[in-house]
């Protein structure tokens, strides 16, 4: 921060209307150039944040692929079962049907 005597020389020197313009104007500059590191350093995390978010989210997409093959795999695990069962159960009932004819 300057020294007061400084300051009274330039007041006296620019007069005071002009020297608080230029107080203000070096005020104004060094608050936007503030505000623009903050908002580059707040891009920057938001950009860090998206590239966790999509490493993620591509995470969570390969889990579900995964499940999906593995659902798939049940389904047609359990459909070849359940053919197995109805052959069974035909040959049983045939067995059944034959059994009883010759009663």
Do not use: H
């Amino acid at each position: 921060m300057p020294d007061i005597d400084v300051l009274t020389q330039y007041i006296n020197t620019f007069g005071f209307p002009i020297f608080a313009c230029i107080a203000l104007a070096v005020f104004l500059y060094r608050k936007d150039r503030e505000d623009r590191e903050d908002r580059l350093l707040a891009r920057q995390e938001n950009a860090k944040e998206r590239r966790e978010f999509l490493k993620t989210n591509q995470k969570l997409s390969d889990n579900l692929k995964f499940f999906q093959n593995d659902v798939k795999n049940d389904i047609n695990d359990l459909k070849a079962e359940q053919e197995k069962n109805s052959t069974k159960l035909d040959k049983i009932i045939k067995r059944m049907d034959d059994n009883q004819k010759e009663w």
